[in-house]
């Protein structure tokens, strides 16, 4: 069965940082490009960040760049979003997801066919 299982989220204070890791079990994520996504409480999903499946292009939305980093580790199997310089208005659910492609990223929702379960960030003192 293919799964993607993210964690690491948790609450921290404004400033401060968490490290999101999405593992993926029943096949391999070297062939698929990943996404990490967020929605927030009465808003729609929206795209952080996404990364080839070898690592080489990466996008950020806007809001993101200079703080949140992605990255993979293809011989672990998994992704990990680093989340620096948080703020409140990062307090959102967020989720990794996967879709094949040996080229490019797109963050682009309907794209990604394979979805984790979601983990809640808040910033929040």
């Known amino acids: 069965q293919l799964q993607l299982v993210d964690s690491g989220g948790g609450l921290v204070q404004p400033g401060g940082s968490l490290r999101l890791s999405c593992a993926a079990s029943?096949?391999?994520?070297?062939?698929?490009?990943i996404g990490w996504f967020r929605q927030a409480p009465g808003k729609e999903r929206e795209g952080v960040s996404c990364?080839?499946?070898?690592?080489?292009?990466?996008n950020y939305a806007d809001s993101v760049k200079g703080r949140f980093t992605i990255s993979r580790d293809n011989s672990k199997n998994t992704v990990y979003l680093q989340m620096n310089s948080l703020k409140p208005e990062d307090t959102a659910i967020y989720y990794c997801a996967a879709y094949p492609d040996t080229v490019q990223a797109l963050c682009f929702i309907p794209t990604y066919d394979y979805w984790g379960q979601g983990t809640q960030v808040t910033v929040s003192s």
């Open positions: 029943g096949f391999t994520l070297d062939y698929y490009a």
């Open positions: 990364i080839s499946s070898s690592g080489g292009s990466t």
